[in-house]
């Protein structure tokens, strides 16, 4: 018996029916792991009273923007709890013999705790391990809105309140440079050289972490001046 026309029309377009019908069976089953993820929030962020209060209690207190190395910004307002009311760009330590390359976007206190750091602890570290005084650091984040590691819908990093810096590399007045990557495990005044600072940076910042925190952090140390418990006296250090 011959195909009637509507027969043969739904015999040729069988294929296409058949993928349309898996398609909308997938949607309504929850789709792919790709629509899940983009229905999680990019960051999960909270506002703290002491972010302000003690940023307002530094720039009244210290005005880092008296040295000619800090620079103050315009405040900066992104989405959910992103930015800071008074950030600073810090292009050199505050007596210009550490450069930041490139210059760190970064709240006051960050930027005292930065000074500190690199005019105490790195430079007695060079100068105890390679003879050498450090003239510049390269700078691998520090203001950025995103999520911690760049996981989406993990906290808001701190580097989305301009409070936290990763430092991957210092080099010397010779021109020879230690990175944190190649250094870590490196000769033996670079692993001493790269653990003093890290160590030091412990004394300073409430959160320092370096190639044995995570993979995350092989490439880097991450410092900042996060609050950690319900007294804040806490510190991080991996």
């Known amino acids: 018996m011959p195909s009637s ?49 003690t940023e307002a209690m530094c720039v009244r207190e210290t005005q880092p923007d008296r040295y000619a190395s800090v620079t103050p910004l315009a405040p900066i307002s992104e989405r959910g709890a992103c930015g800071a009311r008074q950030p600073f760009d810090m292009a050199a330590t ?41 003239t510049s650091v390269r700078v691998a984040a520090s203001y950025a809105c995103r999520p911690r590691n760049n996981q989406r819908g993990a906290k808001l990093s701190e580097h989305g309140y301009a409070n936290a810096l ?29 653990r003093a600072v890290h160590e030091g ?13 995570d993979a995350a952090h092989r490439t880097h140390f991450h410092v900042d001046l996060a609050r950690h418990g319900r007294a804040g006296t806490y510190k991080y250090c991996r």
Request: glycine content about 8%; hydrophobic content about 40%; some cysteine.
């Open 201 to 213: 940076a412990c004394e300073i910042f409430s959160t320092v972490i370096g190639p044995d925190g």
């Open 166 to 194: 990763d430092i991957s590399a210092f080099t010397f007045e010779n021109g020879e440079t230690v990175t944190v990557t190649e250094g870590w495990n490196g000769s033996r005044k670079e692993r001493r050289f790269l």
């Open 94 to 134: 505050f007596n210009g013999g550490i450069a930041l390359s490139p210059s760190a976007t970064m709240r006051c206190s960050m930027v005292n705790a930065t000074d500190e750091w690199l005019n105490g602890i790195v430079q007695n570290a060079a100068r105890e391990h390679f003879r050498e005084r450090v």
């Open 5 to 53: 026309p509507t027969l043969v029309r739904m015999k040729r377009h069988l294929p296409h029916i058949i993928v349309s019908i898996i398609a909308l069976t997938l949607a309504a089953c929850g789709g792919s792991a790709e629509s899940e993820t983009r229905s999680q929030p990019y960051f999960v962020a909270t506002s703290a009273d002491w972010r302000g209060t």
